[in-house]
């Protein structure tokens, strides 16, 4: 009993000194976990109490530490840039309302301690968000109860880069373009799937139309009736892209030119008098002094004719090679009145009754007077192939009904028919010297013929000669000698009523062009071996208009009349709904060569 007592009383003598020595501990600001308030554990005597170390007074004690939680992830850059921004932003609208208001006495005031430097924050002014800087007063380090009326606690303010990025209320607003027709409700043009012409080029040049016809029209309605209508001419007219751009362009001049001139000299933007690049390059001088240029005595080209536009040509003409290259008729040597071309294919002989059609290339049977045995229709693409970019490499396709290679063809024929001028070469006529007076030319002249099939083939059915004046010095229709089977109307132009009364001959027209022609007489086409071969007629003296202007890929590859018109004259022409016209092409080529050796003028000075 007495050692239970003892250790009983040694027991208490510890548990009174830990309540003393917590009793002069500081109290702790965090509460201990549940489990250690419970339990207290027991010391055996002689046993001390482990403590944990106590921080000096006036510091403050190091948090507890507690178990492993999840690690801190400390903010990014982009975080704490944006963090700042508003932080800023908010401090400078504060300050902002903070001026504006009449300023108050301070409610608390910070007494400084001998020495002790005072931090002082910018605070924007709005004097100085309006652009303009400005100084203010700086602070003494004495108490603010000593400060003169009217002065302020910073030394400075600014706010030269911190308002301009934080706070938009002071900068003005930025206002955009208005259109200058933006109460005007243009037409928009409906999108049609598969067109010739993109829509979104449409609209362009329709809104150049509308914007050219305001200018001159006395409503807006009409304006935009005119524009819709010449914008619909243009499309009509046009059967592909290019061909559409080359129209719309010239519309657009044309709409251009019936716009009222304002006064001559004056700019309509600024008002200001419009100086001339020969002005300012003459200087002072240039309206008080005249001077001239000498250039080299030429014949002027617009006064080229006769003899003179004669000679010029003799540098276009086609060499023999080039002759044989794209297939003109030669003289046969062994044969009288046949011809030869070297760029025809030698074939086996095979039946006669058997043909190709040179539309859609079927073989089909022929009586012995050229009628087909049976009656089969002959599906047809009339356009030329063209090679397109695609996504993946190029596609070729037709250009009537943008269609690929091997589908059915878009136009329908009563039967098939051939070409056949290539295979009876015999009847062949040639152009011989003539005697001309010393002041004469042997002459010029632009051809073009329209065909025809017949059971034989292609058959001349129109002729047309054009002189150097775009004037018709021959024209005339002409019946072929076999029987008409398609007249081919959509490239001839030829009608079945137009050769009803018609009794002229082939050897007739070759008649009347061997009395007009001589050996030395330049005849203009384009593609002329094909009139000359329909013609039956050997001449060497031409310039074609297909080498003169040849195709990038070179030959078999040819470009049409129709295209260079467009490209190079900026003239439309067989856009015919009745088809081609012989007189039409012939001036075309004309035209063509003449500006041709305009440009070689321009060049060689």
């Known amino acids: 009993m007495e050692e239970c007592l003892r250790i009983f009383n040694e ?5 009174m000194e830990d309540r003393g020595r917590k009793a002069r501990q500081p109290p702790k600001e965090e509460k201990v976990e549940d489990k250690e308030q419970l339990g207290l554990t027991t010391l055996f005597p002689g046993q001390k109490r482990r403590i944990s170390h106590l ?3 006036g510091k403050e004690s190091e948090p507890v530490r507690r178990g492993l939680g999840p690690p801190t992830r400390f903010p990014t850059a982009q975080e704490v840039c944006y963090r700042r921004a508003q932080q800023a932003q908010r401090e400078s609208a504060s300050w902002l309302q903070a001026a504006q208001q009449p300023a108050e006495k301070p409610t608390s005031i910070h007494i400084s301690v001998p020495g002790e430097k005072r931090r002082i924050a910018h605070v924007p002014n709005p004097c100085l968000a309006a652009g303009t800087k400005r100084t203010l007063p700086a602070s003494s380090s004495q108490p603010p109860n000593g400060l003169e009326p009217g002065s302020q606690l910073l030394k400075t303010r600014t706010l030269s880069g911190m308002a301009s990025k934080t706070t938009s209320t002071v900068t003005p607003k930025r206002v955009a373009h208005s259109p200058s027709l933006q109460s005007l409700k243009k037409p928009i043009i409906p999108k049609e799937f ?14 150049l139309f509308i914007e050219e ?19 619909k001419v243009a499309y009509d007219r046009s059967p592909s892209k290019n061909i559409y751009l080359n129209v719309a362009v010239n519309t657009l001049k044309k709409l251009r030119g019936l716009v009222p001139s304002t006064v001559p000299g004056l700019s309509k933007t600024s008002g200001r008098r419009v100086v ?19 250039r080299p005595s030429s014949p002027r080209v617009e006064d080229l004719k006769g003899a003179a536009l004669y000679d010029r040509l003799k540098e276009y003409l086609l060499t023999e090679d080039q002759l044989k290259e794209n297939g003109y008729p030669f003289p046969h040597p062994k044969r009288p009145g046949g011809a030869v071309i070297f760029t025809a294919e030698e074939k086996l002989p095979k039946d006669s009754s058997c043909r190709v059609c040179c539309r859609c290339g079927t073989e089909y049977l022929v009586s012995p007077s050229g009628r087909c045995v049976r009656d089969e229709e002959c599906y047809y693409h009339w356009g030329r192939l063209r090679r397109n970019r695609v996504a993946g490499g190029w596609e070729t396709q037709y250009m009537c009904c943008s269609a690929a290679i091997g589908s059915t063809g878009c136009q329908v024929a009563k039967q098939h028919v051939q070409d056949g001028r290539k295979e009876n070469l015999e009847g062949f006529m040639k152009t011989f010297d003539k005697e001309l007076p010393e002041d004469a030319h042997p002459g010029i002249y632009a051809l073009d013929c329209e065909m025809s099939y017949t059971t034989y083939g292609l058959e001349l059915t129109r002729v047309t000669v054009v002189d150097t004046d775009m004037q018709v010095v021959y024209d005339t229709f002409v019946k072929p000698d076999n029987e008409i089977v398609d007249y081919n109307t959509r490239f001839s132009g030829v009608t079945e009523a137009d050769l009803a009364d018609t ?16 050996a030395d007489t330049i005849l203009i086409g384009h593609s002329l071996e094909s009139d000359l071969l329909a013609l039956k007629v050997i001449h060497s003296t031409v310039v074609d208009t297909s080498v003169l202007f040849p195709h990038r890929l070179g030959l078999p590859y040819k470009r049409s009349l129709r295209n260079l018109m467009a490209d190079y004259l900026r003239q439309i022409i067989q856009d015919n709904v009745d088809g081609h016209s012989s007189s039409e092409d012939a001036s075309a080529c004309m035209h063509l060569v003449i500006w041709k050796i305009r440009e070689d003028a321009k060049t060689k000075r």
């Open 11 to 15: 027991s208490t003598c510890v548990k």
């Open 55 to 57: 921080t000096k007074q």
């Open 194 to 207: 598969g067109g010739k012409v993109p829509t979104v080029i449409r609209q362009r040049y329709l809104n």
């Open 213 to 231: 016809c305001l200018k001159f029209c006395p409503s807006n309605q009409e304006a935009i009736e005119k524009a819709l209508n010449e914008e």
């Open 276 to 294: 001339s690049h020969e002005a300012v390059l003459g200087g002072k001088l240039a309206a008080k002094t005249s001077f001239s240029l000498n």
């Open 503 to 518: 009794s002229i001959s082939l050897r007739d027209v070759q008649a009347v062009l061997l009395s007009m022609f001589s």
